[in-house]
T-cell receptor, first 115, second 113 residues
Framework: GAVVSQHPSRVICKSGTSVKIECRSLDFQATTMFWYRQFPKQSLMLMAT?????????EQGVEKDKFLINHASLTLSTLTVTSAHPEDSSFYICSASKGGSATQYFGPGTRLLVL | DQQVKQNSPSLSVQEGRISILNCDYTNSMFDYFLWYKKYPAEGPTFLIS?????DKNEDGRFTVFLNKSAKHLSLHIVPSQPGDSAVYFCAASAYIGNEKLTFGTGTRLTIIP
């Protein structure tokens, strides 16, 4: 199997606070993890790619100081949305891949609402 | 620049019939292709993949066809079932081992009982 979990599934926070989202690969070691954002009725937008033990690679237009990514182990990556604002409200999805494979396995997503 | 395109935003198919979802790409460096299924407020679920050395891959009710010369791939679902109703995304990778995927915009498939 290839199961990926995310926590929390939903979070509501006040503007200006920081929110941390965890992504875990439960039954395999993920050499690479990815963070996506999906706006309503749109495709998945890749935000960043993270490899265990190294700095994340951010896509163009994604603020690395705004979206902090840590990939501390082969089974855990975290995304922290710092000083969240209402425009950060979105559906955030992580995925993980096994070494040498382009197939990504996705988590269930986290719905973030910033008031 | 949309490198992976799904030109049909929606598709309705009678239960039991064949569903055909299409995907076109422009980047000739893509050599690995995947299909994902997604329900609302959930993460995508991997369905099937194909590498560029093949033109067909089959897994149960799902078959993916790849036409490299036309830069076109399709997903066939037969027979279609009500549980297949979801949004389907095709995705492509530039080479196996480069795990970054480029996604299409998705096609919403509705199976009519």
């Amino acid at each position: 199997g290839a199961v990926v979990s995310q926590h929390p599934s939903r979070v509501i926070c006040k503007s200006g606070t920081s929110v941390k989202i965890e992504c875990r690969s439960l039954d395999f070691q993920a050499t690479t993890m990815f963070w996506y954002r999906q706006f309503p009725k749109q495709s998945l937008m890749l935000m960043a790619t993270s490899n265990e033990g190294s700095k994340a690679t951010y896509e163009q237009g994604v603020e690395k100081d705004k979206f902090l990514i840590n990939h501390a182990s082969l089974t855990l990556s975290t995304l922290t949305v710092t000083s969240a604002h209402p425009e950060d409200s979105s559906f955030y999805i992580c995925s993980a891949s096994k070494g040498g494979s382009a197939t990504q396995y996705f988590g269930p997503g986290t719905r973030l609402l910033v008031l | 620049d949309q490198q992976v395109k799904q030109n049909s935003p929606s598709l309705s198919v009678q239960e039991g019939r064949i569903s055909i979802l299409n995907c076109d790409y422009t980047n000739s460096m893509f050599d690995y292709f995947l299909w994902y299924k997604k329900y609302p407020a959930e993460g995508p679920t991997f369905l099937i993949s194909i590498s560029s050395i093949k033109d067909k891959n089959e897994d149960g009710r799902f078959t993916v066809f790849l036409n490299k010369s036309a830069k076109h791939l399709s997903l066939h679902i037969v027979p279609s079932q009500p549980g297949d109703s979801a949004v389907y995304f095709c995705a492509a990778s530039a080479y196996i081992g480069n795990e970054k995927l480029t996604f299409g915009t998705g096609t919403r498939l509705t199976i009519i009982p």
